[in-house]
């Protein structure tokens, strides 16, 4: 077999100063362990496209010979020469290449991209998103995913590979995101260059529909991307949970890399119920470590999110108020423009609601159905720091206001002197600390204060700290600050399996009640304040909602 060094990946040195030839099917390499490191890896690369070898790890049991598809059996293996331990008589390393047919050029190999393997440019990230085609793909994963390469969060020489089921090309994958990546308003310099570089360190792999074939396929991509050296790979499975399972196994088995962490990004729901759910982290659990799963929620990747522990911690007023002794109820406000996914506790303190849709109303929601479009419920902590402190919950669509926030009530002051200054209501006169994200990123703290004139009359005023405001700065997305926090390993916003399984036993009970009884939504006009029910739910608890 005549070997052309000329064509071997650029790991393996292209001179061939350190190679020489023994016989027609053997040859020599010198130097040091590190210089024979390096060049085997070229070689590896070099036998595996031109062989289409699909690799998968032997640390998972599988041989090279059992994991070849479609392909004529190898007519021998690549294997150590076993005279002299490997060595000739010059105490010089030398390896055996088998004879070899040569094989029809390979999908892999045609969409291999043209990424520089070079030791000082092989990518140090790999990041395969499984589902690249899918609408969450084109409209949150990419783009963030650019704003972190933009921002300089991502390596330059990042390898992003799009994996589905469609027959498409690196090209067609590029236009398809491509609409979707925009610069930072505070900052757009060479926009269109950084929209160009990231575009050429994405590339696709069309799976297909056997899983596990797919998944061989597109560890060879990553290795051939990565040019054989060290490398961490991030796999965001963005694909509808009953694929989820098959696919999380046949990658476990057939796409981590040996070489670096692997890290797996999974998307809700996690499970349909507490069984589903058991099952389903009992199945994750035996493939991964629980350190290497990040169950992804991009509420939790909310700045409000993140302010609470740092309001609370690192300011003194707040911290001592920290529980039932100065806290009245802390409400849990979710209104969205688009559809929310329900929820369901005990169901005497829960509301479900469906708003009427007329034919004009785009929405997709079957007026015979009893999906819910609105879900209200009170929660308690069984604890000392939080007995008796209601935790109110309204998350909706079709809603008169689309607002995201968290209101934290304080109690009233005892013997207040001022009580009959603030009218009818004393609820107006309650202290209250505002976390809002939406329409506008701010922290609000209700206060009561002296309205200016000669009379005294009070009133409650809110103290204001607007984002767009005082910071001249984009608020990122919740996806951007996510997926940089699995880059980092940082994983207090991601849900444990322990916390996924506290969640379950609190929701299951009432899934349960309101399935056995067929319990039905109840109607609420569109451009409402939802269901009636909800107010008696309020009014049972002691509370009112501040913004009603």
């Known amino acids: 077999m005549s070997v052309s060094f000329s064509n071997f990946p650029a790991p393996f040195p292209a001179t061939g100063?350190?190679?020489?030839?023994?016989?027609?099917?053997?040859?020599?390499?010198?130097?040091?362990?590190?210089?024979?490191c390096q060049s085997f890896c070229g070689l590896k690369l070099w036998l595996l496209d031109r062989l289409n070898l699909k690799h998968c790890s032997k640390k998972h049991g599988l041989s090279e010979s059992k994991i070849i598809k479609n392909q004529d059996k190898l007519d021998s293996?690549?294997?150590?020469?076993?005279?002299?331990?490997?060595?000739?008589?010059?105490?010089?390393?030398?390896?055996?290449?088998?004879?070899?047919?040569?094989?029809?050029?390979?999908?892999?190999?045609?969409h291999s991209p043209n990424f520089p393997v070079q030791s000082d440019q092989a990518p140090s990230l790999c990041i395969a998103v499984i589902g690249a085609t899918g609408e969450l793909a084109r409209r949150k994963i990419f783009p963030a995913l650019f704003a972190l390469y933009y921002s300089g969060f991502l390596p330059e020489n990042v390898g992003i590979v799009g994996y589905s089921r469609k027959n498409l090309t690196d090209e067609d994958l590029r236009s398809i995101i491509a609409s979707t990546l925009t610069c930072r308003i505070d900052h757009r310099e060479?926009?269109?260059?950084?929209?160009?570089?990231?575009?050429?360190?994405?590339?696709?792999?069309?799976?297909?529909?056997?899983?596990?074939?797919?998944?061989l396929k597109l560890s060879a991509l990553m290795e051939h991307i990565e040019g054989g050296f060290e490398a961490n790979r991030i796999f965001y499975l963005s694909v509808p949970q009953e694929a989820l399972l098959d696919v999380a196994s046949t990658l476990a088995i057939c796409a981590q890399t040996q070489k670096g962490w692997n890290r797996i990004i999974i998307e809700k729901p996690f499970g349909f119920d507490a069984l589903s759910s058991h099952w389903l982290t009992k199945a994750l659990l035996s493939?991964?470590?629980?350190?290497?799963?990040?169950?992804?929620?991009?509420?939790?990747g909310r700045n409000l999110i993140e302010n609470l522990t740092v309001l609370r911690f690192s300011n003194l007023i707040f911290e001592p108020l920290w529980s039932r002794t100065y806290i009245r109820s802390i409400q849990v406000i979710l209104s969205e423009e688009m559809g929310v996914q329900?929820?369901?506790?005990?169901?005497?303190?829960?509301?479900?609601?469906q708003y009427k849709a007329t034919f004009d109303d785009k929405v997709d929601v079957k007026l015979n159905s009893l999906t819910p479009t609105y879900f209200a419920a009170v929660l308690y902590?069984?604890?000392?720091?939080?007995?008796?402190?209601?935790?109110?919950?309204?998350?909706?669509?079709?809603?008169?206001?689309?607002?995201?926030?968290?209101?934290?009530?304080?109690?009233?002051?005892?013997?207040?002197?001022?009580h009959d200054r603030f009218g009818h209501n004393i609820n107006l006169a309650t202290n209250e600390l505002i976390l809002r994200d939406v329409p506008d990123e701010a922290i609000l703290v209700r206060v009561n204060n002296k309205v200016p004139g000669l009379g005294l009359q009070l009133d409650a005023s809110e103290l204001n700290l607007l984002y767009k405001d005082k910071y001249n700065a984009e608020v990122p997305d919740s996806y951007e600050h996510l997926l940089l926090d699995v880059i980092d390993g940082d994983n207090h916003l991601f849900m444990r399996s322990d916390?996924?399984?506290?969640?379950?036993?609190?929701l299951n009970p009432v899934l349960q009640e309101i399935d056995k009884n067929n319990i039905a939504p109840e109607l609420y006009e569109l451009g409402g304040r939802g269901p009636v029910g909800a107010y008696y739910l309020w009014a049972k608890h002691g509370v009112q909602w501040t913004e009603d």
Request: charged share 25%; proline share 3%.
């Open 190 to 215: 060479n926009c269109g260059d950084k929209i160009d570089a990231f575009l050429s360190r994405t590339c696709y792999l069309n799976g297909g529909y056997d899983n596990r074939e797919g998944m």
């Open 499 to 506: 916390e996924l399984t506290a969640a379950w036993n609190i």
């Open 381 to 418: 902590i069984d604890n000392a720091r939080w007995d008796g402190v209601p935790f109110l919950i309204k998350a909706g669509m079709g809603l008169i206001k689309h607002r995201v926030e968290i209101r934290i009530q304080f109690r009233h002051v005892p013997g207040n002197i001022y």
């Open 17 to 36: 100063k350190n190679i020489h030839t023994v016989t027609s099917d053997r040859f020599v390499l010198y130097g040091g362990s590190a210089t024979i």
């Open 287 to 300: 493939k991964f470590q629980e350190k290497q799963l990040y169950r992804i929620d991009h509420l939790l």
């Open 77 to 110: 293996h690549l294997k150590t020469s076993s005279s002299n331990d490997g060595r000739d008589s010059e105490g010089v390393s030398t390896l055996s290449v088998p004879n070899v047919t040569k094989r029809p050029t390979s999908k892999l190999q045609a």
């Open 342 to 353: 329900s929820g369901r506790l005990e169901p005497s303190n829960v509301i479900l609601g």
